[in-house]
């Protein structure tokens, strides 16, 4: 299940650790395995990680299971991940993230009908400053109002 390119990828990513701690580079192992199934890891992809690093499968699923950037069920081609932690909610987080699941008619935690998006709270992106915000990929959007949540997701393909 993961392809001998992904496997190169991985390896790459060992090389930078010292001879037999090859485990410390399973966040960038299940990150690469994740991108390459369409977002989302299972139980079997998280076993062949732990196979190719010759680590514990339990220490893949910790890993797996603890960060929030792990996805274990289908995603949609974007993630929306919305921060409610303290800043962000006194700042109208749990507005907005009501805003977004009515507009998109999609449940936090599910993936829109079209397959384009998925909404997922976190606990902090770590940008309190900017609250409320939410992340999207790579990028990181701030002081988030609904127009301005309308034109990011009129920007989505």
Known sequence: M?????????????????EGRQSSAVMQALTIVQNENNGSLTGELMQEVA??????????QEVATFY?????????KHIIRFCHNISCMLNGSDELISYLEEKLEVKTGEVSKDGLVSVKKVECLGACVGGPMCQIGDQYHEHLTPSKLD???????
């Open 51 to 60: 196979d190719h690093l010759q680590m514990p499968s339990i220490s893949v």
């Open 2 to 18: 993961i392809s001998d390119q992904a496997k190169k990828e991985i390896d790459f990513w060992v090389t930078k650790y010292p």
């Open 68 to 76: 929030e950037n792990y996805n274990h069920k289908p995603v949609g």
């Open 151 to 157: 034109n990011i997701l009129d920007n989505l393909k």
